[in-house]
């Protein structure tokens, strides 16, 4: 079977490599930001990684809407099941944690008291009164729910590097059609 009738579409391809772009910004200017000295730039980066932050949410629900409609492809079949239900675990645990990671930096804003201002023109409404001691816990959640995605994003990396270099299956393919090998 060509992995032309087996990858993913072009919308759902798209959705997946911008919001894997804007996860590589918002994390290292997460990082960056969250050591910095109270100043007009912290500020201004805040701001930058809460519109990351907004944007991955909304890309993603678009990406579920869109994965409703549309089927993913199917892994091949020479793929143990084991591997399958893991994918399939992964998957789940990655979209779990692009909706709370979001989620939970509004929730911490919120708490804080400082409102999320959606590109610097929309400001989306607190989810929560402002309370000190919630906003420090849910700043721990935060990085604790992004260094967990970061290590779910590792073993995805390396699980398409696997597919791609070692079992040679096309399952990389599926979301880098330029590596189909196979005539459409």
Known sequence: MSMATTR?????IA???LV???????????LIMSDMPLSPLKLKLISYHKWLGVTVFLLVLARLAWRAVHTPPPLPETIPAWQRSAAQALHYLLYLLLFAIPLSGWLMSSAKGFQTVYLGVLPLPDLIGKDKALGDALREVHEMLN??????????IAAALKHQFIDRNGVLAR???FLDKEPS
């Not at 993913?8 to 759902?12: I, P």
């Open 15 to 17: 959705l997946h490599w």
């Open 20 to 30: 894997a772009l804007l996860i590589f910004a918002a994390f290292p200017l997460g």
């Open 147 to 156: 260094f967990g995605l970061l290590a779910l994003l590792f073993g995805h």
């Open 8 to 12: 993913y579409t072009t919308t759902a």
């Open 175 to 177: 979301m880098l059609p």
